[in-house]
């Protein structure tokens, strides 16, 4: 028999609010987190606008001196795991060794130190050879993220890093579920964290055209979700962890429980790079699979937490999958897309769209799709537009799509 799994810790850093409380707040009252470009000067790009994590305090995570050697991601991922770790009542240096050893820590990130890696070629380029880190080599490397988080907290359980795209996080939380169900583990810190505001990623996106630039004159209203003037993604980072633990060992500890993980899905169409097929049958697979496991059918499921990028593609196939995946349900269950509040944190939003789901299960409410203004007549589900809504969540699908053909899913179970 599988072991069940948990959620007992939960932290956040997003661009519309730092810690849980501050995230909670945001995401329930419809309060984007989009501004104006900071990070660089964007004046010369028609992009001006993104999901940034502002009055974040890098040094109070990493050391003055360290701080040339790691990505911006890291003292991101280390803020929310510190708080995941608090929120759960466990301080990683105290526990024993046999402890640590079956404490995992498995993330997922779609870029990692990909911005750092930007700035040492750009040093590299302008022969500014002193000013380059030592380590860019092992910072560039993606496993290095999850290591960081490893030693920084001690743990000695397998350290991995997922990178899969936009479903990168999501698919690293179903390899820990995996990991705890089998036996292997039973406490993994995961979820997702990336950093991805540098000037060179924001110009690749422009080149693909994915990314909105009409509304650098108000950029809360950039991310468009579902509407029918939606014209492209708004980039974003920040990072959102959790601890996941074994039933049996998180009852015995007394630790609350936030949520139950209790499915997991994960589909390929293998169809092209970047585009999806229109029938939208793989990602309705995704979802599925992840409700079997679970052992719910489409009239439990009571919230979706959508992908919802504002591409016109993305949007459009993502409703369509709904509608396979949950058939005659679809148009009743209330859906919401998260990345109308903050942006699109690429490999981090699947933890994103959990950790939201855990506030909807917390709070009875469900977070707003702000700037839904427009209704498109092929984006017809429910998606709760502008205000929150009070429901009791039971079941949640928390649903991803991905770059390269790629779609994952996973079932939440409120623990209340």
């Excluded at 995941?84 to 079956?102: C, I, N, Q, T, Y």
Aim: hydrophobic fraction near 40%.
């Amino acid at each position: 028999m599988r072991r069940r799994v948990v959620v007992t810790g939960m932290g956040a850093v997003s661009p519309n609010g730092i810690g849980n409380q501050a995230f909670a707040d945001a995401i329930l009252a419809g309060r984007s987190g989009v501004r104006r470009i900071s990070h660089f000067d964007a004046s010369e790009i028609p992009v001006q606008v993104a999901g940034e994590v502002r009055d974040f305090d890098e040094l109070a995570w990493v050391e003055k001196r360290e701080r040339k050697h790691v990505s911006r991601v890291l003292p991101l991922a280390l803020a929310a795991a510190s708080e995941a770790f608090r929120d759960a009542g466990v301080d990683p240096p105290l526990l024993s060794l046999h402890e640590k050893r079956r404490f995992g820590v498995i993330m997922g990130s779609g870029g990692g130190g990909q911005e750092f890696t930007e700035e040492q070629y750009r040093l590299f380029f302008r022969q500014q050879y002193r000013q380059m880190s030592l380590f860019c080599v092992p910072t560039s490397v993606m496993g290095t993220l999850s290591s960081d988080v490893s030693i920084r907290f001690g743990l000695h359980g397998p350290s991995h890093v997922i990178t899969s795209g936009c479903t990168s996080s999501t698919d690293a939380m179903g390899y820990s579920l995996r990991q705890i169900q089998s036996g292997r583990l039973d406490m993994v810190l995961t979820g997702g964290a990336d950093a991805p505001i540098a000037l060179g990623i924001v110009k690749g996106f422009i080149l693909m055209k994915i990314l909105t630039d009409s509304w650098n004159h108000a950029p809360e209203k950039a991310s468009r979700p579902f509407s029918a003037d939606r014209d492209g993604f708004v980039l974003a980072e920040g990072a959102w962890m959790f601890v996941l633990e074994e039933y049996e060992h998180a009852k015995a500890r007394g630790a609350k429980m936030l949520a139950e993980v209790c499915g997991y899905g994960s589909t390929c169409e293998a169809f092209h790079r970047v585009r999806l097929k229109e029938c939208g049958e793989e990602p309705a697979r995704a979802i599925s699979l992840a409700m079997q496991e679970a052992g719910i059918g489409a009239q439990d499921v009571k919230y979706v937490s959508l992908h919802g990028t504002s591409t016109k593609l993305n949007d459009r196939i993502e409703t369509q999958a709904l509608k396979l995946a949950l058939g005659e349900y679809a148009p009743r269950v209330p859906m919401s897309a998260l990345k109308a509040q903050i942006g699109h944190p690429q490999g981090a939003c699947g933890a994103a769209g959990v950790a939201a789901t855990i506030v909807a299960m917390r709070h009875g409410q469900i977070p707003p799709t702000i700037n839904l203004e427009t209704p498109d007549v092929e984006c017809d589900l429910d998606y709760v537009p502008e205000a929150g809504r009070k429901v009791d969540v039971e079941h949640a699908i928390c649903n991803c799509i991905a770059f390269g053909s790629k779609n994952s899913a996973l079932v939440l179970r409120n623990c209340a």
